[in-house]
Nanobody, 115 residues
């Protein structure tokens, strides 16, 4: 059974940084487009950033220039470096693995940006 496990969330002050990690198991990791999504209270889940198997990267406009997605296929891990965090970045962040019709999700990690 495929597993995606996120880590690195927590409480940070505005302007601070966090680095999220997502480790995949029982998955041919390098084949998948890996994405980070987030869901804030009362809002729909939205794409934050994605990186394809060929390292093509896409960012939401709201995080462009502040967040960086990367992957290490040897470690089955995708990262999200988040800088200059804002209160509106507060959400549960989910890792996603997508390939053709296969779609897997982690359970999420909470990021809270507050004084």
């Amino acid at each position: 059974q495929v597993q995606l496990v996120e880590s690195g969330g927590g409480l940070v002050q505005p302007g601070g940084s966090l680095r999220l990690s997502c480790v995949g198991s029982r998955i041919t990791f390098s084949r998948y487009t890996m994405g980070w999504y987030r869901q804030a209270p009362g809002k729909q889940r939205e794409l934050v950033a994605a990186i394809s198997s060929g390292a093509i990267i896409d960012y939401a406009d709201s995080v462009q220039g502040r967040f960086t997605i990367s992957r290490d296929n040897a470690k089955n891990t995708v990262y999200l470096q988040m800088n200059s965090l804002k209160p509106e970045d507060t959400a549960v962040y989910y890792c996603n693995a997508h390939w053709i019709t296969s779609d897997f999700w982690g359970k999420g990690t909470l990021v809270t940006v507050s004084l």
